[in-house]
């Protein structure tokens, strides 16, 4: 596979359980250390170090794990210093910056308190807290927010993209939780079978014809075509979502236009919305309603009954896109 991730941004990697996720996230820091290939991090191809080399880039690397990881004989002070021990960092610096990560991460007053005695969320601030400990440039995070609650989880996520932000720091995440995706990320990618099936930034996929990000994010029900009908899915960003495009295509070509299911949400910062919908008439009959819709900014996939589970292509570039992404 080929990933690129821009410095700065926060990158999902989507796929179920077995895809490969935690594996590629693992090879980021030679946690796990590939076969051939490289693997670049600001600059530097990991696989060409050893040693003490290896150590200090990693230094610039944190993680956080799904099961946090901590240190149940230690403080949430003694688990967030235990890396800057490591590191040899002086005992006064040390508890410097301690007590300014835990403030950071809102754990000021749990300095003294054992893991044990905290939550679930307050566990992974601790996390996340070990993990910046070196000032890393890159963080990795595996299913961090899948063993919390809604609330917690996106809390969790709000002080990941809080970081982002003020630290500049470059976020490479592994899920399986759609919210995560749309909470936080500016790209993603779709993992199967230890392969990227699509990747770039999300509101482009999302605008994309036949987009696995879009029906996994925007789920419509199932549906046939039925004889004598068109049934689309019509996926619309920015402000395309204010425009009343059902009604203008109904008032214009005289149509009853059927609404099956849609939903409008904010992903990556953006309202993006989706929706199914049914115009009698076959596609030929409606090339010119389709038209219509394109040219009004919106991205038109013509479901078929060959073709129910993955929509026909509308542009050539787009299918020669999935075909070099696979």
């Known amino acids: 596979m080929d990933l690129t991730v821009a410095e ?4 999902g990697v989507l796929g179920r359980s077995g895809a490969g996720k935690s594996t590629l996230l693992r090879c980021v820091n030679l946690l796990e250390r ?10 530097q191809d ?4 050893r040693g003490g080399g290896l150590r200090r880039v990693r230094q610039g690397i944190g993680m956080i794990h799904q099961h946090f990881g901590l240190l149940g004989s230690r403080t ?6 235990f890396p800057l021990e490591v590191m040899g960092v002086p005992r006064a610096e040390r508890a410097r910056r301690v007590a300014e990560l835990l403030e950071l991460v809102g754990l000021a007053e749990h300095a003294r308190v054992y893991p044990a005695q905290i939550s679930g969320g307050q566990k992974q601030r601790v996390g996340i807290a070990r993990a910046l400990a070196g000032r890393p440039k890159v963080l990795l995070s595996d299913e961090a927010t899948s063993a919390l609650d809604p609330e917690t989880t996106a809390s969790i996520l ?8 003020r630290l500049g720091l470059t976020i490479l995440l592994i899920t399986h939780e759609m919210d995560v995706v749309k909470r936080i990320c500016d790209s993603a990618a779709v993992m199967r079978d230890g392969r990227l099936t699509e990747s ?3 509101t482009r996929l999302l605008a994309r014809p036949g987009s696995e990000l879009a029906r996994d994010l925007f789920p419509l029900p199932p549906a046939e075509p039925r004889a004598g009908t068109t049934l689309i899915e019509v996926t619309f960003t920015g402000g395309a979502t204010d425009e009343p495009f059902v009604s203008a295509l109904a008032r214009k070509y005289s149509l009853d236009v059927n609404i099956l299911g849609g939903a409008v949400e904010t992903v990556a910062g953006e309202r993006v919305g989706r929706l199914q919908l049914e115009l009698p008439g076959d596609p030929d009959t409606n090339a010119a309603q389709l ?3 394109r040219d009004s900014g919106l991205t038109v996939d013509v479901r078929t009954p060959a073709a129910t ?7 050539p570039a787009d299918a020669a896109s999935r075909e070099d992404a696979r």
């Open 309 to 315: 589970a993955n929509p026909t292509e509308t542009n």
């Open 34 to 43: 590939p076969d051939e290939g490289r693997v670049v991090v600001d600059g």
């Open 158 to 165: 709000e002080l990941l993209r809080d970081l982002n932000r």
């Open 200 to 202: 770039g930034p999300v």
């Open 8 to 11: 700065g941004e926060v990158f």
């Open 76 to 81: 949430v002070a003694g688990n967030v210093a």
């Open 291 to 293: 038209a219509f819709l």
């Open 46 to 49: 990991l696989l060409a170090l």
